[in-house]
């Protein structure tokens, strides 16, 4: 589906596109209701047909929208327009920590007030069961003052105790297909436990705000080499 400027989903009416979100397409919005600026994502019609597709992007409503903290984006509303499914959440007038590292090395002050944000957002998450396993500079929101956002929830996993974290399948991960197998996902930035298809738990993400840390000092993934497989065998 594309969205035009000016077009309608209930009371919100599309103002800008702002870019491409994990599977959807992000526009700025006007909720028409609240008199208030907001982000609508919207899943293409070719993915919402995606059965399993269709399930990551209500995954994504749900997990966010369970989480209450200042790290966290907040998700206001879900719905569909005819087959289109829709999620309406805060709009951070801001950058993505990658368009951050594209201007260069990011100060050290700088970098340990954005991690402890990271951290503090993940720590909500996970003392609320929930893994986010998609952690990467894509998916962190950085406004004018420095407040991070952590986004894009896709790829959530709700794990109530230990023994349900054990008995789950590994889940394919969602953005490229790699050149090993069945992995789907951003090789640079997954756990050795991600990288060998096994079950992860919270400390995948921690591993993963570990390799973004270490890139906003440095300037440098810790792990990408030339292809996604020796990624990953680097990584394992």
Do not use: C, W
Not at 82 to 102: C, N, W
């Amino acid at each position: 589906m594309t969205v035009s400027v000016g077009s309608r989903f209930g009371a919100y009416e599309v103002l800008s596109p702002l870019g491409s979100g994990g599977m959807g397409e992000v526009y700025r919005a006007l909720d028409t209701r609240l008199g208030r600026m907001v982000a609508l994502k919207v899943l293409p019609d070719a993915l919402a047909a995606d059965a399993e597709r269709l399930a990551r992007f209500e995954r994504e409503a749900r997990a966010a929208s369970a989480l209450n903290h200042p790290n966290i984006i907040t998700i206001h509303d879900i719905g569909s327009l005819g087959s289109t499914p829709f999620i309406i959440m805060e709009l951070v007038e801001g950058k993505t920590l990658r368009e951050l590292l594209a201007g260069g090395l990011i100060p050290v002050r700088e970098t340990v007030a954005m991690a402890a944000q990271m951290a503090a957002g993940l720590g909500r998450m996970h003392e609320a069961g929930i893994i986010h396993r998609d952690l990467k500079p894509e998916n962190v929101m950085v406004n004018a003052e420095g407040l991070v956002k952590l986004m894009d929830f896709g790829l959530a996993k709700l794990v109530l105790d230990a023994s349900s974290a054990n008995s789950e399948l590994p889940t394919l991960t969602q953005t490229e297909l790699t050149e090993a197998g069945n992995l789907l996902g951003t090789p640079a930035y997954m756990s050795p436990e991600q990288a060998r298809g096994k079950v992860v738990d919270f400390r995948s993400d921690q591993f993963a705000l570990g390799l973004i840390v270490h890139e906003m000092l440095t300037g440098k993934p810790v792990f990408r080499r030339a292809t996604p497989v020796q990624t990953l065998l680097a990584i394992v």
